[in-house]
């Protein structure tokens, strides 16, 4: 079994920053990719950043320029640097994980979620 635990969410005014993280822990031999998803309410989950184990990255159009995605592959942990938020960003952010456990199976794995609201 794998556990995600994501920190950093919470209230920031627009303009503003926040710095997600994610920690993964258990059954882990190799992290293939890391991603953060979001869903604001009323609206499907949506891919923000992924990173691989490599380190190329992928953003979403409506965050490139403002968010950097980071990850710490000794740490198995992920960040996501978000600049300049606005009340569009608002959301629950979800960090995800695709790892391949010790017996070769891979899986795909979710944290709980964490809030992220923009306004002033």
């Known amino acids: 079994q794998v556990q995600l635990v994501e920190s950093g969410g919470g209230l920031v005014q627009p303009g503003g920053s926040l710095r997600l993280s994610c920690a993964a822990s258990?059954?882990?031999?190799?992290?293939?990719?890391m991603s953060w998803y979001r869903q604001a309410p009323g609206k499907q989950r949506e891919l923000v950043a992924g990173?691989?184990?490599?380190?190329?990255?992928n953003y979403a159009d409506s965050v490139k320029g403002r968010f950097t995605i980071s990850r710490d592959n000794a740490k198995n942990t992920v960040s996501l640097q978000m600049n300049s938020l606005n009340p569009e960003d608002t959301a629950v952010y979800y960090c995800?994980?695709?790892?391949?456990?010790?017996?070769?199976?891979?899986?795909?794995?979710w944290g709980q979620g964490t809030q992220v609201t923009v306004s002033s």
């Open positions: 990173i691989n184990s490599g380190g190329t990255t």
């Open positions: 258990g059954n882990i031999f190799s992290i293939y990719a």
């Open positions: 995800n994980a695709v790892v391949r456990d010790f017996i070769g199976f891979r899986g795909d794995y």
